[in-house]
């Protein structure tokens, strides 16, 4: 079943999921993930950030739009519903083949799925 998406917007948010201290890397992006209890069970909330050492605002823009993108095509399908996942461009986001980067992001959310689960069900 596909999950809802939404976006995460308030910079809060953002901090609340980085502290989650849950992550993923991946050569195309960095993923960090945070279950929620105060969101709908078929909701899952994706924001997108790049830091100034990857370059120009252009080029954190075309990385962030690229990140979109990406979780556009595989979120529906992957995210596992109740969590907040934020998705960090790095260098490698920029010139990663984009079906590279939809398997990154595909693996990472793989990855901390089961970790989701075990929040969820209390083991």
């Keep these: 079943m596909a999950v809802v998406i939404e976006r995460l917007k308030r910079r809060p948010d953002f901090l609340r999921v980085a502290n989650g201290r849950q992550k993923y890397v991946t050569p195309g992006l960095v993923l960090q993930m945070r279950q929620r209890e105060d969101i709908p069970a078929t909701t899952a909330r994706v924001g997108f950030t790049a830091t100034r050492k990857l370059g120009s605002a252009v080029i954190r823009n075309r990385a962030r739009r690229r990140l ?13 519903a109740g969590c907040d996942y934020v998705l960090i ?10 079906p590279a980067l939809i398997q990154d992001l ?18």
Aim: charged content about 20%; proline content about 7%.
């Design 106 to 123: 595909r693996t990472a959310v793989a990855a901390l799925a089961p970790r989701a689960n075990q929040v969820r069900t209390g083991s």
């Design 68 to 80: 979109r993108e990406a979780a556009r095509t595989a979120m529906p399908d992957a995210a596992v």
């Design 89 to 98: 461009a790095r260098a490698g986001t920029l010139t990663r083949p984009y």
